[in-house]
């Protein structure tokens, strides 16, 4: 296991010759056969643990056994804790949502503060497998049956964050026999053995029945999920090479920059797109196709479906980040913030042309300006109570309908 172990972080690049990593360790099997791998191959290593405080008197135990670990390895522990209960209720996060991230941005807390730059966690091939089931059922699409990769690049807090799985073409039953032929102690979460959790229910019930059913699945499973990830790969280049065409910037005619609150404005062809394929259903490729090319702004599948289904110009769809609007055979998309600050159009606003007075609204919409546009235009008023158009939000420079 040791030579396998090294020659897959050569062959997948995991890190470099004599660069230390630090260690996510747990004190569970998984986290201290790693460690014991890291020590065995004489690759410098730190560890990192927190205690989350979920099961009272364990925790404190498993972090009482992994510094007594690095005691006898010679290597930094850094330990922190968590109130995670207390934090997944003030946030709306399940315990395990707010446990991995507590964790994540601990790591990458720690990066500026030791010289590893490297973080790598004990997940192995069975974890991967059981993360392709969790998301095949979420219905994640393409992009959640990957599984897990050897490595990711995250960015938490500022922080650019490497994570490394080393024991990823492991089973678990060969870290459980290394574990056994090389006597080494660890401590055992009893919540693994619970069924509270979706993953647990996979791990002891659907696995042992698949692996009943097809002795050879973990293989083939692995297999599979190195093919989705090709497969993921191609499939990525096409909805970027789509997206460069179809996504340009919207040259508005509203909205001049105002500090950072101004959003840019982004313009999907709509109607290019629906001309591909038919009918825009969910299921079908332009379905799919759009809700790939509108995934980095937000929208879920649901405000994808609203928005095929949707005929009324001017129609809002919004998601946490951004808002959409239906524009002419067009998508505009733009950052969900708030106008900056000064006058902007509110109802009854009337304003004066060569042909008289009338309501701004109109105006706006004859001139095409779109409903978000408008909720950006900076305004002022004349002194006999007509609005003026400002196009940089400055007071003097009025746009006016001359014809």
Known sequence: MLTRFKDYITQQHLF??????LLAVSGGRDSVCMAHLFHQASIPFAIAHCNFHLRPGDCDRDEAFVRQ?????????HVTHFDTRAVAAATGESIEEAARRLRYEYFASLLPLTPSKIVATAHHRDDSIETFFLNLFRGTGIAGLHGIRPVSDLRIKNFELKVVRPLLPFSRAEIDAYIEENHLE????????????????IRH????????????????MAANIERLYDTELIYKEFIEKLRSQL??????????????QTPQILCLDLSQ???????????????SLLFEL??????NASTVADILAATENGKLFYSPTHVAELHADRLLIASNVEPAPGRHP??????????GTRLLSDYLKDQGFSRIERQHLLLTVNADGFVELTEDGRPGRSARDDK
């Open 247 to 260: 996504i340009t910037p919207y040259a508005t005619q509203a909205i001049k920059q105002s500090g950072n």
């Open 346 to 355: 509110q109802p009854g606003d009337r304003i004066k042309t060569k042909k």
């Open 186 to 201: 660890y401590v055992e979460d009893s919540t693994n053995s619970e069924l509270d959790a979706r993953r647990n229910q």
């Open 294 to 299: 509108l995934r980095p702004y937000g929208f």
């Open 16 to 21: 470099s010759p004599g660069e230390e990593v």
């Open 69 to 77: 670990r690095a005691h006898h390895y010679g290597v930094p522990c």
């Open 273 to 287: 797109l629906l001309s591909q394929h038919s009918p825009a259903l969910p299921g079908t490729p332009q379905y």
């Open 205 to 220: 019930r659907l696995m042992p029945l698949l692996r009943e059913l097809y002795p050879s699945v973990d293989t083939t």
